[in-house]
């Protein structure tokens, strides 16, 4: 096609000068069948004919022109052969202008051909055309290629639909009571049978769907800024007792739902989001890609992995490319799970303190009375063409309990104690494509921010009239592995982790001579967990991809998991473990 257009171009081109001359040569059979063109192409401004020297030299002129079109066809030809759809764009430009100033000596028919056959050849220089010109805004719009096929606009709005379809199955060598995230803390003892989770030494197998996702990301400039919106969903919500029988009506949940506003180096986000305590791929960012939580199919991650997703109200610096500093506010929860033993008068005022996991709506959340506050610093710079990532984190958080007068006799006492922590992370590309990950962690009272898999703090009481005291509980862990893109079709990873807590515990003032209370004293129940490990190897392998249609993939798990509780009874296991495999197929909308 490109040919015949460029063959019709010359020809046409070629005849202008003969029919001109035919004009010159035999006006009264011109007349009888273009009198208009007659009087365009060889009548002078002032009424008379033009000399024959006049026409010779105007049809040298036009000889002259064809053959620089020829030249520049030609060239246009040679680039479209390279693939070279700019300079093509550019030559038809060139000949579209050259023919237009032919003015009086070529029809406008001939410059309309001339100026629309080759876009019409070569499709990405008729995007480039459209776009040329137009601001940064209005190019992003019309060239759809910058974004997901599946983004539209509503005035300024850009709306970006995204999400996940997952078919989840899971393996485990002991049946954990869980779906298919797994309760870490919780793996039980070979000897020991459950209600929830079986008899001892039963594995499990189970398929889900739940996992899979939706997502909606809107981009909007406001003046000299920009905003972002997301929401993002799973199916992983409460459902009813019966659900799993037939129905399997699994729940719409939130994970994400925040605004995001950016104006030159500040950045303001309010909403529920990751916390920032939860290591960054990259930067400080907030959404989901610049977060590390692992390649893991569990949906409780890996054992050791800092993250919470919780309300916030973070404010972000970027004074250049590399480095980002930021402060959030987020929401407090004081746990003590379900492992801590309290004071027997405690429990009137229990509420204080989260036994649960967040509350549910017969058991509203804990009151913290401040927020937790998190600080961090990122640095992001290239060691070559290698992403070197580097964060330091900070943490601080506030305690407090109140203890009525009907105990201590001397009014309403409250105490409070200050809990803090801190983690270092990096995420190295030591050669192309494979990454080391390194992520640490530890605290006095961050107990809830490692997978919420030990408790905060315990409570203390002196004497049966003295106040209630909190005491936060040492904890740390860290994360270590890598993953690596070997090829564009398959990615392996593997990480070894743990997560430690420390033992708190005092005399029970109401039962001086009885058990103690707090947490991993002599007795305790095997919840209270010294350690937690995990080992995991993983490898994903992508069937096929396709920026406008998405990827299809299988995305494979394997991890061995063990804990150990502080007291272990004569006879027992020193700790309980297992295996567990996970295969999940993948379809990614593009």
Same mark, same amino acid.
């Given at each position: 096609?490109?040919?015949?257009?460029?063959?019709?171009?010359?020809?046409?081109?070629?005849?202008?000068? !003969?029919?001109? *001359? $035919?004009?010159? &040569?035999?006006? +009264?059979?011109?007349?009888? @069948?273009?009198? =208009? /063109?007659?009087?365009?192409?060889?009548?002078?401004?002032?009424?008379?004919?033009?000399?024959?020297?006049?026409?010779?030299?105007?049809?040298?002129?036009?000889?002259?022109?064809?053959?620089?079109?020829?030249?520049?066809?030609? !060239?246009?030809? *040679? $680039?479209?052969? &390279?693939?070279? +759809?700019?300079?093509?764009? @550019?030559?038809? =430009? /060139?000949?579209?202008?050259?023919?237009?100033?032919?003015?009086?000596?070529?029809?406008?028919?001939?410059?309309?051909?001339?100026?629309?056959?080759?876009?019409?050849?070569?499709?990405?220089?008729?995007?480039?055309?459209?776009? !040329?010109?137009?601001?940064?805004?209005?190019?992003?719009?019309?060239?759809?290629?910058?974004?997901?096929?599946?983004?539209?606009?509503?005035?300024?709005?850009?709306?970006?639909?995204?999400?996940?379809?997952?078919?989840?199955?899971?393996?485990?060598?002991?049946?954990?009571?869980?779906?298919?995230?797994?309760?870490?803390?919780?793996?039980?003892?070979?000897?020991?049978?459950?209600?929830?989770?079986?008899?001892?030494?039963?594995?499990?197998?189970?398929?889900?769907?739940?996992?899979?996702?939706?997502?909606?990301?809107?981009?909007?400039?406001?003046?000299?800024?920009?905003?972002?919106?997301?929401?993002?969903?799973?199916?992983?919500?409460?459902?009813?007792?019966?659900?799993?029988?037939?129905?399997?009506?699994?729940?719409?949940?939130?994970?994400?739902?925040?605004?995001?506003?950016?104006?030159?180096?500040?950045?303001?986000?309010?909403?529920?989001?990751?916390?920032?305590?939860?290591?960054?791929?990259?930067?400080?960012?907030?959404?989901?890609?610049?977060?590390?939580?692992?390649?893991?199919?569990?949906?409780?991650?890996?054992?050791?992995?800092?993250?919470?997703?919780?309300?916030?109200?973070?404010?972000?610096?970027?004074?250049?490319?590399?480095?980002?500093?930021?402060?959030?506010?987020?929401?407090?929860?004081?746990?003590?799970?379900?492992?801590?033993?309290?004071?027997?008068?405690?429990?009137?005022?229990?509420?204080?303190?989260?036994?649960?996991?967040?509350?549910?709506?017969?058991?509203?959340?804990?009151?913290?009375?401040?927020?937790?506050?998190?600080?961090?610093?990122?640095?992001?710079?290239?060691?070559?063409?290698?992403?070197?990532?580097?964060?330091?984190?900070?943490?601080?958080?506030?305690?407090?309990?109140?203890?009525?007068?009907?105990?201590?006799?001397?009014?309403?006492?409250?105490?409070?104690?200050?809990?803090?922590?801190?983690?270092?992370?990096?995420?190295?590309?030591?050669?192309?494509?494979?990454?080391?990950?390194?992520?640490?962690?530890?605290?006095?009272?961050?107990?809830?921010?490692?997978?919420?898999?030990?408790?905060?703090?315990?409570?203390?009481?002196?004497?049966?009239?003295?106040?209630?005291?909190?005491?936060?509980?040492?904890?740390?862990?860290?994360?270590?592995?890598?993953?690596?893109?070997?090829?564009?079709?398959?990615?392996?990873?593997?990480?070894?982790?743990?997560?430690?807590?420390?033992?708190?515990?005092?005399?029970?003032?109401?039962?001086?001579?009885?058990?103690?209370?707090?947490?991993?004293?002599?007795?305790?129940?095997?919840?209270?967990?010294?350690?937690?490990?995990?080992?995991?190897?993983?490898?994903?392998?992508?069937?096929?991809?396709?920026?406008?249609?998405?990827?299809?993939?299988?995305?494979?798990?394997?991890?061995?998991?063990?804990?150990?509780?502080?007291?272990?009874?004569?006879?027992?296991?020193?700790?309980?473990?297992?295996?567990?495999?996970?295969?999940?197929?993948?379809?990614?909308?593009?």
């Amino acid at each position: 096609m490109r040919k015949l257009a460029a063959w019709v171009l010359v020809l046409g081109m070629a005849m202008s000068p !003969a029919v001109m *001359a $035919a004009d010159g &040569n035999d006006k +009264t059979s011109d007349a009888k @069948t273009d009198k =208009s /063109t007659m009087t365009t192409n060889t009548t002078k401004p002032n009424g008379t004919a033009p000399t024959s020297t006049e026409l010779e030299a105007e049809i040298e002129q036009l000889r002259a022109l064809i053959k620089e079109q020829a030249d520049q066809l030609a !060239a246009m030809k *040679a $680039a479209m052969a &390279n693939g070279s +759809t700019a300079n093509s764009g @550019t030559a038809t =430009s /060139t000949a579209a202008n050259s023919a237009a100033a032919v003015g009086s000596t070529v029809a406008s028919s001939d410059v309309t051909t001339a100026s629309a056959a080759a876009p019409s050849a070569t499709p990405t220089s008729s995007r480039m055309a459209r776009t !040329a010109g137009a601001t940064p805004d209005s190019a992003q719009a019309m060239n759809t290629s910058d974004h997901s096929p599946l983004s539209f606009k509503i005035g300024d709005a850009l709306f970006t639909p995204g999400g996940f379809m997952d078919f989840t199955t899971v393996y485990r060598t002991e049946s954990t009571g869980n779906g298919i995230g797994t309760t870490f803390n919780g793996v039980p003892f070979i000897n020991t049978n459950s209600a929830t989770a079986g008899p001892a030494g039963y594995g499990e197998t189970r398929f889900s769907v739940q996992n899979s996702r939706i997502a909606l990301r809107v981009d909007a400039p406001v003046g000299e800024a920009k905003i972002t919106g997301y929401v993002e969903a799973d199916f992983l919500g409460a459902i009813a007792a019966n659900a799993n029988v037939t129905s399997n009506s699994d729940t719409f949940r939130m994970r994400l739902y925040f605004g995001d506003y950016r104006r030159g180096k500040w950045e303001l986000l309010a909403g529920q989001d990751w916390s920032m305590l939860t290591p960054n791929r990259k930067g400080i960012g907030a959404f989901p890609g610049d977060i590390f939580y692992s390649q893991d199919m569990d949906t409780n991650y890996q054992v050791g992995l800092t993250w919470k997703r919780d309300p916030q109200f973070r404010v972000v610096y970027h004074p250049n490319d590399s480095w980002a500093m930021g402060v959030s506010i987020e929401n407090p929860d004081a746990s003590i799970t379900s492992a801590v033993t309290t004071p027997t008068l405690f429990a009137p005022v229990a509420g204080q303190l989260d036994a649960t996991s967040g509350g549910t709506l017969s058991t509203p959340p804990t009151p913290g009375y401040i927020p937790d506050f998190i600080f961090k610093v990122a640095n992001d710079t290239k060691v070559g063409d290698k992403n070197m990532h580097v964060e330091a984190v900070g943490l601080l958080r506030d305690f407090k309990l109140y203890t009525p007068n009907s105990i201590t006799g001397i009014g309403n006492v409250s105490r409070t104690a200050v809990g803090a922590g801190g983690s270092i992370n990096a995420n190295l590309e030591l050669f192309k494509d494979f990454h080391l990950i390194a992520n640490t962690f530890w605290s006095d009272g961050g107990g809830v921010y490692i997978g919420g898999n030990g408790p905060d703090l315990v409570v203390r009481q002196a004497t049966l009239t003295s106040a209630f005291t909190p005491s936060p509980i040492h904890s740390l862990s860290g994360i270590g592995g890598f993953e690596w893109q070997m090829r564009k079709s398959a990615m392996i990873y593997g990480y070894y982790s743990g997560a430690y807590y420390g033992r708190d515990f005092s005399v029970n003032p109401s039962a001086p001579t009885g058990p103690m209370v707090g947490y991993g004293f002599s007795g305790s129940a095997n919840t209270n967990n010294r350690a937690i490990q995990e080992g995991t190897i993983g490898w994903i392998q992508t069937f096929w991809q396709n920026p406008n249609y998405g990827k299809f993939q299988l995305i494979t798990q394997a991890s061995y998991l063990s804990r150990a509780p502080w007291f272990v009874p004569t006879g027992s296991p020193i700790d309980a473990h297992l295996l567990m495999v996970y295969a999940d197929l993948r379809y990614t909308l593009p």
